[in-house]
């Protein structure tokens, strides 16, 4: 069974401040995408990585993918509260299955 | 495009009752899943479908039914609701439209179940 452990479950920060979210896992994933899910809403993709080291920017979120391909960070620069939200990895394990295991997210709350 | 719908957003049940969660999607995505939300747990897959007819077991199928007798539509049904079945449902889908590596789910809005 693949996990993906998200690391800190909660956090709690000024605007203005950065901050990095983490995803880990023991097991290989062929992608890695990020959500964000705002309360009362269902979860909305942010991004997809695939390949081992890959960066992909999205205006002040930096997303990362493990060389190994077996984690995954997300870093945002000068936090807004419209960042609040539940941010949400998912790992894909490819070989023709669509099917993401989800870790169970880390709750941002930004103050302004 | 809507995306995914789900109806209703709210619905409360007494013990014992039954009803049937829809979700339809407009992508003419392959994949269908229903999953529940719950505070500490995180999201976990009740059961899913890979195309028209076909659904399987997900990591917390019992209590739950599901049909997916037309490729845009996915139902979940309680046959007998439980209190331990209060939760946030959400259905998803995805699929090869933009190629193998790409396939993001797309969520619907959610469907708030209490059980009393």
């Known amino acids: 069974t693949q996990l993906l452990e998200q690391s800190p479950q909660f956090l709690s920060i000024q605007e203005g401040e950065n901050l990095t979210v983490y995803c880990n896992s023991s097991s290989v994933f062929s992608s890695l995408q990020w959500y964000r899910q705002e309360p009362g809403e269902g979860p909305v993709l942010l991004v997809t990585?695939?390949?081992?080291?890959e960066v992909k920017k999205l205006k002040r979120l930096t997303f990362q993918f493990g060389d190994a391909r077996k984690d995954s960070s997300l870093h945002i620069t000068a936090a807004q509260p419209g960042d609040t939200g539940l941010y949400l990895c998912a790992g894909g394990s490819g070989a023709g299955s669509y099917q993401l295991t989800f870790g169970k997210g880390t709750k941002l709350s930004v103050i302004p | 495009n809507a995306g995914v719908t789900q109806t209703p957003k709210f619905r409360v049940l007494k013990t014992g009752q039954s009803m049937t969660l829809l979700c339809a999607q407009d992508?003419?995505?392959?994949?269908m899943y229903w999953y529940r939300q719950d505070p500490g747990m995180g999201l976990r897959l009740i059961h899913y479908s890979v195309g028209e007819g076909t659904t399987a077991k997900g990591e917390v199928p019992d209590g739950y039914n599901v049909s997916r007798l037309k490729k845009q539509n996915f139902l979940l049904g309680l046959e007998s609701a439980a209190p331990s079945q209060t939760s946030v449902y959400f259905c998803a889908s995805n699929g090869p439209d933009r190629g193998f590596k790409d396939y993001g789910y797309t969520f619907g809005s959610g469907t708030r179940l209490t059980v009393v």
């Open positions: 992508m003419n995505h392959e994949y």
């Open positions: 990585v695939v390949t081992g080291g």
